[in-house]
């Protein structure tokens, strides 16, 4: 099948692992072929299949951006 990838990129995830442990978790019940992350550890780069690129884009737009109601939403923060 035709491959993408997805590239993560902040500063938080130099130093907080839990950030890493998140990302991946907003990706369950997508295929990873791949998890990998850059020697800096300022990225986090999946392997998935293209098509399931959209939404899995969306999902972690959704999860880390989009503010749930009563404010603004911290990208940065931990908790979900």
């Not at 907080?16 to 907003?26: E, I, K, M, T, Y």
């Not at 990225?43 to 972690?60: F, K, S, W």
Request: with cysteine; glycine share 6%.
């Amino acid at each position: 099948p035709d491959m993408a990838l997805l590239c993560a990129v902040g500063d938080g995830l130099r130093t907080d692992p839990a950030l890493s442990v998140r990302l991946l978790a907003s990706l369950e019940g997508f295929p990873l072929r791949m998890v990998s992350q850059a020697a800096s550890r300022r990225n986090l780069t999946v392997v998935l299949n293209e098509r399931d690129l959209p939404r899995a884009m969306t999902r972690l737009h959704d999860q880390w951006f989009v503010a749930p109601a009563g404010g603004p939403r911290d990208p940065m923060s931990v908790s979900a």
